[in-house]
């Protein structure tokens, strides 16, 4: 007989459930367990191992739940919340549309309010990764560092003047790169790697006709000497693709690689307006789509994502600060990508599950720490409201994840081994009050521009 050795310690053990863990071998536990320490995994498995050899000082109860890893959400600008339910109606993005807030005229205090309403959200629908970019980044950075999100965070650099955007019209000021160069070199000094990395700091490019070819150059070699990813917005329009050719008779992608920013640190979101030439371009450079196929659907378009696969493109996900559920961002991908295969597409339930977890922890650098559920990884885990009738049958786990379920069956939250939201409750701050805030702000803004909010409306 074996010697016995007395049960090591660890902070949490979620016990029970059913445990898709989404690793490279599909691994499912039936009645399973896991325990964290501090931060991390350090055990999972089936139950009774588990309990055998760790003991907790806090045990959850998880049985008939579904967990699995939390949400990678590599695209968004929580601000930017201020012109959701009205933009989709108005204007294709907002910094080209005229009559709404616009992002260079909020406060940071505004910023503040409306990105911790964004957090919030990302977080209440299972996202537990975020890309944020905008401007203000350090408002941004503190929303996530005070929710207890795991972000990526930068500031959105360009040089062409806003104003001027809102009339499409490209003024492109130097002093404005000055600006918003130095705000993300700011938040790189007071962030980068907070709270042992769960805040990180990257460069962030606007896109290639907001930024200038200097101003993407001058990026491109803060961002090698920096390291980390760099974000933009790629091909999202016929404006930019025009504007890009009036300037230098190429296409996107070639200014990009032009400037040094088309390699495999590159996550580019949209490339729905591309030349089918330059699918090769950006597969053999090895750069990451950030997929986000309900805002494109929303202006009638369906990023040519499959072509772009064939040709060596990774495809993240991601919700651009439309609505924050990735959930349903799964479903439209995989939809909307058989409408453009004329139902061809080879795409099902687990690739885009695969697209929301571990594609896009990879293409952040983070492939190793989240993403999926095994020892040694950070704990990023969702426990599923499986008493909710829009999740069942769970038969093979994933598909009811993408066809069925949506953000609000997410129960439970845990980031780096914190649980954030429990019982659909935020646990890191009042979150009804966030809403009630960011509501105040969004009215004040928008009757400023001129709208006439329906709660300050009378009678009819
Ligand atoms: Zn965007």
Redesign the pocket.
């Known amino acids: 007989m074996p010697p016995e050795t007395s049960p090591a310690a660890c902070d949490l053990i979620l016990s029970g459930g059913t445990i898709l863990t989404l690793d490279d071998a599909d691994t499912v536990f039936a009645d399973g367990a896991i325990a964290v320490r501090r931060r991390d995994i350090v055990a999972i498995g089936p139950r009774e191992t588990v309990e055998a050899a760790w003991t907790a000082a806090r045990r959850v109860d998880c049985t008939g739940r579904l967990l699995m890893p939390g949400l990678v959400n590599v ?3 929580t601000p ?1 919340m201020i012109t959701r339910g009205m933009i989709e109606d108005i204007g294709f ?1 907002p910094m080209f549309t005229p009559g709404i807030p616009q992002g260079h005229r909020l406060s940071e205090e505004e910023a503040s309010l409306l990105a911790r309403l964004g957090v919030y959200e990302m977080l209440r629908n299972g996202c537990t990764t975020l890309v944020d ?1 905008y401007r203000y980044p350090q408002a941004l950075a503190r929303a996530h560092a005070e929710l207890g999100s795991r972000a990526v965070i930068a500031g959105r650099v360009h040089d062409a003047d806003p104003e001027e955007l809102t009339r499409r019209r490209y003024v492109y000021n130097p002093g404005l790169a000055r600006e918003t160069i130095a705000e993300n070199a700011d938040l790189i000094a007071a962030f980068d790697g907070f709270d042992a990395g769960r805040i990180r700091c990257d460069w962030a490019p606007h896109a290639p006709d907001t930024c200038s070819d200097a101003c993407l150059r001058e990026v491109a070699e803060l961002a090698r000497w920096h390291g980390g990813n760099i974000h933009t ?1 790629l091909c ?1 329009s016929g404006i930019e693709v025009e504007q890009v050719h009036a300037r230098s008779g190429r296409t996107p992608p070639q200014a990009l690689e032009d400037a040094g920013l088309l390699d495999p640190r590159l996550i580019a ?2 490339c729905i307006h591309i030349d089918p030439e330059d699918y090769v371009r950006l597969g053999a450079a090895g750069i990451a789509l ?1 997929y ?1 196929p309900i ?1 494109n659907a929303k202006t009638g378009r369906i990023a040519p994502v499959l072509d772009l696969a064939e040709s060596g493109v990774a495809v993240t996900l ?1 919700t ?2 439309f609505s924050g559920d990735l959930f349903e961002a799964m479903r439209w991908a995989v939809a909307m990508q058989r409408v453009k295969r004329d139902g061809q597409s080879v795409l099902d339930a687990r690739t885009a599950l695969r697209w929301a977890t571990q594609a896009g922890a990879e293409r952040l650098g983070l492939g190793d720490k989240i993403g999926a559920l095994t020892a040694g990884r950070r704990a990023d885990i969702l426990i599923m409201d499986t008493d909710a009738p829009g999740l069942a049958p769970v038969i093979d786990g994933y598909g009811i994840l993408v066809w069925s379920a949506n953000g609000g069956h997410v129960r439970s939250v845990i980031v780096d081994g914190r649980m954030v939201i429990e019982d659909g409750r935020l646990t890191t701050a009042d979150g009804p009050a966030l809403v009630r805030e960011a509501q105040k702000v969004a009215e004040r803004l928008w009757t400023t521009a001129g709208r006439n909010p329906v709660s300050r409306r009378v009678g009819a």
Do not use: I, P, V, W
Request: net charge negative.
């Open positions: 695209h968004n600008h930017l993005a970019f917005h999202q979101a949209h950030a986000t805002g991601c651009d600060t």
